[in-house]
């Protein structure tokens, strides 16, 4: 490994897409680009880094076209761990070419690569009794029962919009491809990876894989990722500048830094941070700290800079 100090960045699957009239695939690239200013500013400074990302959007985007396709022409539609393998492939090309390009520019002689990652996860995860995370587009009742029929989909109706499939969202076990990215790491490239959370995988019987209809969080595989490599920083990348308490609240307090006791008591309150958003990026940090991990940090893209330099963010340390 070179000498410089070794970061998991996160990135958000929705920093990708600006707001409702900017989410062409045009729109993401020139998203990914301001992204990678920052990062590229972070590898200037010294840093070797390993960028994760995620794919809400782009995934839903993927399963819209397929079914779009479907009911038009009879063409096949896309299984959810391949709509997750060709987001991997689609942002990762957004990602490795703009800071290649960056990099190249500033005349940093360091190269990106993208690994299309699977994340193995127990077949046995409670998350599979109880499929949560809503996915695809919205159908009415008829259509929905139909697929719970025909293809073996959980549905729900979600809060009068109208039915959507739920699947697993479980606990990542181990990054498979972790030795060829510790190697490509080790040569000083930068490496993306774990994109979306990673596809996911089981394990049929002594590392037979084989894909699930399962969504992973892409926090908690950044965690992952983060200690098997021994990062020196994991540095989740998001839409805001510092973590509140009391979030949008009259009280609403900014951190600075807080510690790992007072995260895990913060989150086990359970009224600081949004279950959907804040909350699992805590869980991810909490987990990176509690096995080895050094220091962590909150903070939009904009802002990556400064706050390395102790300027602003949100820094969460043992």
């Given at each position: 490994m070179p000498n410089n100090k070794l970061a998991v960045i996160a990135i958000g699957g929705?920093?990708?897409?600006?707001?409702?009239?900017?989410?062409?695939?045009?729109?993401?690239?020139?998203?990914?680009?301001?992204?990678?200013?920052?990062?590229?500013?972070?590898?200037?400074?010294?840093?070797?880094v390993a960028i994760g990302h995620?794919?809400?959007p782009q995934v839903g985007f993927i399963l819209r076209r397929s079914e779009i396709a479907a009911k038009a022409e009879g063409m096949h539609e896309v299984p959810l761990d391949v709509c997750g393998a060709d987001s991997q492939g689609a942002i990762g090309y957004a990602l490795q070419q703009n800071l290649q390009n960056?990099?190249?520019r500033r005349g940093i002689h360091k190269h990106v690569a993208t690994v299309v990652t699977q994340v193995l996860v127990d077949k046995d995860d409670p998350a599979f009794k109880n499929p949560s995370k809503p996915i695809g587009s919205f159908m009415d009742e008829a259509e929905?029962?139909?697929?719970?029929?025909?293809?073996?989909?959980?549905?729900?109706?979600?809060?009068?919009r109208g039915w959507r499939r739920v699947v697993a969202s479980p606990i990542p076990k181990e990054v498979v491809e972790i030795?060829?990215?510790q190697t490509l790491l080790e040569t000083g490239m930068v490496v993306v990876t774990v994109g979306g959370g990673g596809i996911p995988v089981i394990d049929l019987s002594h590392r037979e894989y084989q894909g699930v209809a399962a969504v992973i969080d892409k926090?908690?595989?950044?965690?992952?990722?983060?200690?098997?490599?021994?990062?020196d920083l994991f540095l989740i990348s998001t839409a805001i500048e510092k973590v509140a308490l009391n979030f949008g609240k009259?009280?609403?307090?900014?951190?600075?830094?807080?510690?790992l006791a007072e995260a895990k008591q913060y989150l086990a309150e359970g009224t600081h941070f949004a279950k959907g958003s804040m909350a699992p990026k805590i869980q991810a940090i909490i987990w990176y700290l509690e096995n080895g991990g050094?220091?962590?940090?909150?903070?939009?893209?904009?802002?990556?800079?400064?706050?390395?330099?102790?300027?602003t963010g949100t820094w969460i340390v043992p």
């Open positions: 929705n920093s990708l897409i600006k707001d409702e009239k900017h989410k062409t695939v045009e729109d993401q690239y020139l998203a990914a680009k301001e992204t990678c200013l920052h990062i590229a500013d972070m590898i200037e400074a010294g840093w070797d995620g794919n809400g960056e990099l190249f929905a029962k139909r697929r719970e029929k025909e293809m073996n989909w959980n549905v729900v109706e979600d809060a009068g030795e060829a990215v926090d908690y595989a950044s965690s992952l990722l983060a200690q098997l490599i021994k990062a009259p009280n609403q307090k900014l951190l600075d830094k807080m510690t050094k220091q962590a940090l909150i903070t939009n893209p904009e802002n990556i800079g400064r706050a390395l330099k102790g300027e």
